[in-house]
T-cell receptor, first 111, second 112 residues
């Protein structure tokens, strides 16, 4: 099992550009999450999903959109990137009765 | 509201012990502990559930004080491999998609 994978690993964007981050899990987990991690801030929840076709806002959802068309995939979109969105993005999944398992992260730099 | 972790950073010599604390202002259902090494993803260490007992394996253990809404992580006879940033993630109640709120982390450095 690959666990949780993220694509891409690293990306540089110019302000105003858009992009989509892909998260995939092969553990048949119902719950999936997107976090951002900034120095000194810990992990902050952007959006999450409790199952295929569902999404919900987390602590810092502004500027991001998500979709969960398939159970194994959770996409995070940035419609118009801003320098404040420079961060490391982590995806995680959970079976709901246990803890969360994290992907390797995507480093995003917005110039 | 994020749980508060203390200390923010600690430096140990190999073999010394450390305690990392996590406090919440909300009633907790569970506390999850993770360790993250530089440039890597957080790795799960252990989970403590409300009403559960103290957990641990080898030289890392943790406790959960439900009355105070506090959890402590105990690192005994630290090893170089223990270096990293430790995060607690708190869950306020069940049935909420296992949403965790993470503290800002405690940076642990173990030296020779």
């Amino acid at each position: 099992n690959a666990g949780v994978t993220q694509t891409p690993k690293f990306r540089v964007l110019k302000t105003g550009q858009s992009m989509t981050l892909l998260c995939a899990q092969d553990m048949n987990h119902e719950y999936m999450y997107w976090y951002r991690q900034d120095p000194g801030m810990g992990l902050r929840l952007i959006h999450y999903s409790v199952g295929e076709g569902t999404t919900a806002k987390g602590e810092v959802p502004d500027g991001y959109n998500v979709s969960r068309l398939k159970k194994q995939n959770f996409l995070l979109g940035l419609e118009s990137a801003a320098p404040s969105q420079t961060s490391v993005y982590f995806c995680a999944s959970s079976g709901g009765w246990e803890t969360q398992y994290f992907g390797p992260g995507t480093r995003l730099l917005v110039l | 509201q994020q749980p508060v972790q203390s200390p923010q950073a600690v430096i140990l010599r190999e073999g010394e012990d450390a305690v990392i604390n996590c406090s919440s202002s909300k009633a907790l259902y569970s506390v999850h502990w993770y360790r993250q090494k530089h440039g890597e993803a957080p790795v799960f260490l252990m989970i403590l559930l409300k009403g559960g007992e103290q957990k641990g394996h080898e030289k890392i253990s943790a406790s959960f004080n439900e009355k105070k809404q506090q959890s402590s992580l105990y690192l005994t006879a630290s090893q170089l491999s223990y270096s990293g940033t430790y995060f607690c993630g708190t869950e306020v109640n069940t049935g909420t998609a296992s949403k965790l709120t993470f503290g800002t982390g405690t940076r642990l450095q173990v030296t020779l």
